[in-house]
């Protein structure tokens, strides 16, 4: 009976006490999880003239809502004890209603707290928003920035003439000079994207349609990592973003090797072997140039096979792929093409090449509608093979390296 009556007790529960503690702890580490982010986009890490603006203003403020955030706890503190006294039997807590001098205080102080902050963002704005100084040999140099699903491009106007076409189309990794400030033009071809360096500067969206300019300045040659901050479907997680600073001797040269087109490499007739990568070459016609550019292809009647704005694509793009191998990243940033060594990647290429939706979600279904992204092409290991035989054609490797990260 007494079995049978201790079994038939109700569960006893935490205290509430202790369930707030869990509660609190949890939330901590909650916190502390978010925070283990990847060190390479530290805000708090400067590289550039307008990023260090940006940090001469956050800093303070941060510390300003600390002190103001320890000042509410101790105030909550005390209240809390003064209410439990209250509970307890004790008097009263003396009362503070009416205190014009702390009423004023208390009113006061944070609006002009609030004006001071206000003032110090506002200069800060204005000063991020200058047109670059003069940037010697590349000050006719303008960078439009496009953003697609789930991959950036640029297109550098050399000679400030807009209107007869880039001079370089490239993806993935946007080449600047170090020490010069650069003045970029952000837009979208698809959705709305948000670019993002936080070393050289704050945030700017792409939006279609619309125009927005960022300026940016390395103060040293690197690499410079961001992240696309606006939700922009499936991948958008996956589409990360490089600035690669090069010394300027290291950028004008750039400057002139991206602007050489690719030379068609001779097939062999007749069984005879043809050169490197030439079978890769009439694969890469055959199956990717109806997205991708390389500038220097032709068709059987040698007319330039030109797909820029015409892809397969609901923008109509895909990355131009003429100095492919010039990069460290591909697919949106997601893959590096050289390892820790500097030694091409094959492999990840490999897995690339044989299902691209597989290793990157993208909408290439037919059920998904519009297509987004590299489909699965069903190639064979041969023709895989021969097509990165032809891509290790597309340009040398680049001066910097990204190292793999421990």
Not at 16 to 22: F, G, M, P, S
Not at 48 to 56: D, E, L, P, T, V
Not at 216 to 237: M, N, V, W
Not at 367 to 396: A, C, F, K, V
Request: proline share 6%; with cysteine.
């Amino acid at each position: 009976m007494n079995r049978i009556a201790r079994v038939s007790e109700p569960m006893s529960h935490p205290p509430a006490r202790q369930r707030r503690l869990r509660a609190a702890g949890l939330a901590g580490l909650v916190v502390l999880l978010a925070a283990c982010g990847d060190e390479r986009q530290d805000i708090f890490t400067p590289e550039g003239s307008y990023a260090r603006k940006i940090n001469n203003l956050q800093v303070p403020v941060f510390v300003i809502a600390g002190v103001v955030g320890v000042g509410v706890a101790v105030g909550l503190a005390y209240v809390l004890l003064q209410g439990h006294k209250r509970a307890q039997g004790d008097d009263d807590p003396r009362q503070l209603e009416g205190n014009f001098k702390l009423e004023i205080g208390w009113t006061i102080g944070p609006a002009v707290l609030l004006a001071g902050v206000a003032v110090a963002t506002v200069a800060t704005l204005f000063a991020i928003e200058d047109n670059p100084a003069d940037a010697g040999q590349f000050e006719a140099m303008e960078i439009t920035v496009y953003g697609h699903q789930w991959w950036w491009g640029y297109e550098y106007e050399l000679d400030g003439d807009t209107g007869n076409g880039a001079e370089i189309v490239t993806a993935n990794d946007l080449v600047i000079p170090a020490g010069v400030p650069i003045t970029l033009n952000i837009t979208s071809r698809d959705v709305i994207h948000s670019f993002w360096i936080p070393a050289l500067n704050g945030t700017r969206d792409a939006v279609p349609g619309r125009v927005h300019t960022l300026n940016i300045e390395a103060d040293a040659p690197g690499i410079f990592d961001g992240q696309c901050k606006e939700f922009c479907g499936l991948s958008h997680a996956n589409m990360q973003q490089r600035v690669v600073a090069l010394s300027e001797a290291d950028f004008a040269d750039w400057l002139d090797q991206q602007q050489e087109d690719q030379p068609m490499l001779a097939v062999g007739e007749e069984g005879a072997e043809g050169e490197p990568g030439s079978a890769g070459q009439q694969s890469f016609i055959g199956r990717c140039s109806q997205c991708h550019q390389v500038n220097g292809l032709e068709d059987e009647e040698g007319e330039p096979i030109v797909v820029e704005g015409e892809a397969a694509l609901v923008s109509g793009y895909a990355p131009n792929l003429t100095h492919l191998m010039s990069r460290g990243v591909y697919a949106g940033g997601l893959f590096e093409l050289y390892d820790e060594n500097g030694e091409f990647d094959r492999d990840t290429l490999e897995a690339w090449l044989r299902n691209a939706p597989a290793e990157k979600p993208m909408y290439t279904e037919p059920e998904s509608g519009d297509p987004r992204g590299m489909p699965n092409l069903g190639l064979s290991e041969d023709e895989i093979d021969d097509l990165i035989e032809y891509l290790q054609t597309l340009g040398d490797p680049p001066p910097l390296q990204t190292p793999t990260e421990d």
